[in-house]
């Protein structure tokens, strides 16, 4: 949209800009930060025709625009809200917004649906339309110059110094609109002092000092990079403000909330597969000694399988050790695979016990502390900063899930906005009151939240840029539209069970290709469900998972029921952490249908593929008196998708059923929103055959 190449500017003999070059797309928001006298303010006087460049080229929307009038980047669809305001203090909230499209001549009723769109945005000001404007606030000024400059609708707006004497508070509330006003599709260069409220509101960053461009990224990686960061917000986050550039160029009034959480790093120390290896063969071996002390059950197995802790001497001996299954849990019931006095146990977490007794499992002290530092490897992995408000919608109590996210995101320096599962409507009045940035839920609770924010037509009225969700596998489709409806939030999923800490053994990366999980603290092997042989990487099988530290109830071995498959090799994003695909459901879910084993997630990725279908479906499994299978699948129309294209739908997704499953599969559409949502997991399969047996 716009482009400068090597941009001066003089004032008289002196020079301001030197040869500066930047680049913004359409729909960016992109923040230019430096100190007073960096040039920030020439910069935009060229832009809008102001101040005659004394060399280099300014191309708008592919015209060149070098030297143009003020008027002319007006008509060509540039905004200024200036620094200072510059509000006409005599005249009422509506007439300074009436000269913001003064030079356009529009008619009166646009005019008027232009002001009524600006009061929507800023409720203050429709308060106070007819006050004086000398009469208002700073904040409000800001507001209103800024709103002003709205009313020609500029294809590019300019902020100046926003923040500028304003309090942190109603900076906050700027910062908001700002970021809705980038969400609603707005491009804006917003010019600021404050160098992390600009990145946190920001795409893509610019860091001027002393007229040229010093440093520039995207706004993310600088305030996760801890390199960057020096160079950006180093003034705030050293005792030496002059270790940083910005700090150098005298920009000394940063306001950083908790500096010294940027400084600790969760992610692990380890650098290689060897460093690894060692270290858990380290851990394997502290395990089953401490298990085998502390554990009668654990110490009868061993003897059994004739294991002593001296047995161990490599990871090769992993597969010598029985396996630990659910009946160890429940056999053990209420302290399962408890290994260390009472008096060291600090706390329990149970899992919910659908079927027989709870799966209870009890934590020392230590337990807790690794389980935060997990987590917060989770949070940061996923790019989550101290500048994040992270709403947790996942429950709290005996379950494990509440407790991981709320320790994990205080670790990390966010702000934790613990509100539990369900309560919808709180849920968005919160994600607008608080302008959470992070939610977590399960899989089905985004979908009931994103599709909730849609039909309440929210979507730039709240600023959540991630979602964090586990607990339950997810379809690609559902991923896709609740990363939509949530206003284009990028989504992590989060791995774990209550048997191991609870949710935050691994996340998916930032490049979203796979899991990775913390290999560190555990051992993950692949088995075949059926023999319970080890299977090799890349092969989808049954998660095994033997702790490596835990002190309270370890596990060696234990079955987790997850289906999944390693992936070897190293991962695009640079994480040395080892990593598994997306969990594709639980041994326990997988039905056999005429003889073909079928994982609900299968059903998933095809129906995926057919333009036109929905995310959400039911599988219904029925026997006939003469003892065959029938499999019904009740699938939804995508929204909007017109009730006449069912019959190409039925044909085109059972044609994929038969060619990828090699099954024949009862097919019914039904209207979109028809199939229910819940917070809680959504239950797919309903089997009404007698049992097959299951692995
Ligand atoms: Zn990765």
Redesign the pocket.
């Known amino acids: 949209m716009l482009k400068i190449t090597n941009l001066t500017a003089h004032y008289g003999a002196a020079q301001a800009l030197f040869g500066l070059n930047m680049h913004i797309t359409q729909g960016q928001t992109v923040a230019l930060v430096g100190a007073n006298g960096a040039g920030k303010s020439t910069l935009l006087k060229c832009l809008m025709g102001l101040v005659k460049p004394s060399g280099g080229e300014i191309v708008f929307q592919g015209q060149p625009v070098t030297g143009s009038s003020p008027a002319q980047m007006v008509q060509l669809g540039l905004a200024l809200s200036p620094e200072g305001r510059e509000v006409f203090a005599s005249l009422s909230v509506r007439d300074n917004l009436r000269l913001g499209a003064a030079a356009l001549k529009l008619p009166k009723s646009e005019e008027a649906r232009r002001i009524a769109t600006i009061f929507e945005r800023f409720p203050k000001l429709g308060q106070r339309k007819n006050q004086l404007a000398g009469t208002l606030s700073g904040g409000e000024q800001q507001m209103l110059a800024m709103g002003r400059a709205l009313m020609a609708q500029p294809r590019l707006l300019l902020l100046d110094e926003p923040s500028l004497g304003l309090a942190p508070r109603v900076t906050d509330e700027l910062f908001q609109i700002i970021h809705q006003l980038g969400r609603s599709g707005t491009t804006i260069l917003v010019v600021e002092q404050n160098a992390a409220r600009a990145l946190s509101a920001s795409d893509t960053a610019y860091l001027l000092a002393g007229g040229r461009i010093v440093e520039f990224g995207k706004s993310h990686d600088i305030l996760v990079d801890p390199a960057l960061r020096a160079a950006f917000l180093g003034a705030a986050s050293s005792d030496n403000p002059a270790a940083s550039r910005l700090g150098a160029a005298g920009l000394t009034n940063i306001r950083l909330e908790k500096p010294l959480m940027h400084t600790k790093t969760f992610i692990s120390a380890i650098t290689s597969e060897e460093e690894l290896h060692a270290h858990q063969l380290q851990g394997l071996k502290w395990t089953v000694r401490h298990a085998y002390e502390g554990s009668p059950a654990y110490r009868a197995k061993l003897d059994a399988a004739g294991i002593t802790p001296d047995s161990i001497q490599s990871l090769k001996d992993l597969p010598r050790l029985p396996l630990t299954s659910n009946d160890d849990l429940r056999e053990g019931y209420p302290f399962p695979l408890r290994s260390v006095p009472f008096e060291q146990l600090v706390r329990i977490h149970a899992s919910s016990g659908t079927t027989g007794k709870r799966k209870v499992l009890c934590y020392t002290q230590k337990d807790l502390d690794d389980w935060t530092d997990m987590f917060a490897r989770c949070y940061q992995?996923a790019g989550v900063t101290p500048l994040d408000r992270v709403q947790i919608a996942v429950g709290y109590g005996v379950w494990t899930a509440g407790m991981g996210f709320q320790l994990g995101c205080e670790k990390v320096g966010a702000l934790a906005i613990p509100v539990g599962p369900g309560n919808i409507d709180m849920q968005i009045q919160f994600l607008i009151d608080f302008q959470s940035t992070v939610f977590c839920s399960t899989a089905s609770m985004a979908l009931l939240m994103a599709e909730e924010i849609h039909k309440r037509g929210l979507a730039d009225k709240i600023s959540v840029q991630k979602v964090i969700y586990g607990s339950e596998r997810s379809s690609r489709s559902m991923r896709k539209k609740i990363s939509e409806l949530f206003g284009g939030a990028e989504l992590f999923d989060i791995t774990g069970l209550t048997e191991l800490y609870g949710p935050g053994a691994g996340i998916?990366?930032?490049?979203?290709?796979?899991i990775?999980y913390w290999g560190d603290y555990y051992i993950l092997e692949i088995i075949d469900p059926k023999t319970l042989e080890p299977l090799p990487h890349g092969q989808w099988g049954e998660m095994v998972v033997t702790s490596l530290a835990k002190e309270g109830a370890p596990l060696i071995r234990y079955r987790t029921r997850d289906i999944t498959r390693i992936i070897p090799g190293p991962?695009?994003?640079?994480?040395i952490?080892p990593?598994h695909s997306r969990i594709k459901g639980r041994s326990d879910d997988l039905f056999i249908f005429r003889g073909v084993n079928i994982y609900p997630s299968s059903i998933d990725s095809i129906l995926s593929v057919v333009p036109g279908l929905g995310s959400e479906y039911q599988i219904y499994l029925t026997r006939d008196n003469a003892g065959r299978d029938h499999m019904r699948l009740v699938v939804e129309r995508g929204e909007g998708v017109a009730g006449h294209r069912t019959p190409e739908l039925l044909h085109e997704a059972g044609y994929q059923i038969k060619r990828q499953l090699l099954v024949t599969a009862d097919l019914e559409l039904v209207d979109y929103g028809s199939l229910p949502r819940s917070e809680r997991k959504i239950q797919r399969v309903f089997d009404s055959r007698i049992q097959d047996e299951i692995v």
């Open positions: 992995t998916e990366c930032p490049d979203h290709d796979c990775h991962c695009t994003c640079g994480s952490m990593r």
